[in-house]
């Protein structure tokens, strides 16, 4: 039986989670982060999608992304095969790299939006890697706190919900999340 197409539409957003075969690390160190955030600035530049939100854990990743033009299974073929021929390469491995196919699910409402956003902010605390989401270097919470300004990320979606694009207040909003 043939697989079941995942849903698309332009201007889907969705949350899309990828873990390790067998729950094994995908990075390896720093290097391997960024070579796949590097991957992820390709893909989306031949791809015109927008990156909303981002974390890097060793063993799996989560991404918000709002598509455009092309469908989600092509823009996460080409960054997982990408990804997974330099780690094989890098590493002398042969065989699966990620742990059957990734999860998707479409955001369809502005308080889910916000809701992923700091859900996947915080997986570095939940951990216990780290104390506040704004110590880890391998989100895009660094963007969102003024800190990191790349080509990668797209804040505005996100900070359109606040008062004035309010980076200060959504970040109160994603650390008010924090509390036990």
């Given at each position: 039986m043939p697989r079941k197409l995942r849903t698309w539409?332009?201007?889907?957003?969705?949350?899309?989670?990828?873990?390790?075969?067998?729950?094994?690390?995908?990075?390896l160190?720093?290097?391997?982060?960024?070579?796949?955030?590097?991957?992820?600035?390709?893909?989306?530049?031949?791809?015109?999608?927008?990156?909303?939100t981002y974390c890097l854990m060793d063993?799996?990743?989560h991404l918000q992304l709002e598509t455009s033009t092309i469908e989600i299974s092509r823009i996460?073929?080409?960054l997982n095969t990408r990804y997974a021929i330099y780690f094989n390469k890098r590493y002398e491995l042969v065989g699966h790299l990620f742990q059957g196919r990734y999860g998707s699910e479409i955001i369809d409402s502005h308080t889910y939006m916000l809701d992923v956003s700091r859900y996947i902010h915080l997986n570095?605390?939940?951990?216990?890697?780290?104390?506040?989401?704004?110590?880890?270097?391998w989100s895009s919470?660094?963007?969102?706190?003024?800190?990191?300004?790349?080509?990668?990320?797209?804040?505005?979606?996100?900070?359109?919900?606040?008062?004035?694009?309010?980076?200060?207040?959504?970040?109160?909003?994603?650390?008010?999340?924090?509390?036990?």
């Open positions: 539409f332009p201007g889907a957003v969705y949350h899309i989670t990828c873990r390790g075969n067998r729950r094994q690390n995908i990075y160190n720093a290097q391997d982060k960024q070579v796949f955030l590097n991957y992820l600035l390709e893909v989306k530049q031949k791809c015109k999608f927008e990156v909303l063993n799996h990743y996460m073929q080409l570095p605390v939940r951990a216990g890697i780290v104390r506040s989401p704004g110590d880890y270097v919470y660094l963007n969102y706190l003024g800190v990191k300004n790349d080509a990668l990320v797209n804040t505005e979606r996100i900070l359109s919900y606040f008062d004035g694009h309010d980076s200060l207040a959504y970040c109160e909003f994603v650390e008010a999340g924090s509390d036990p």
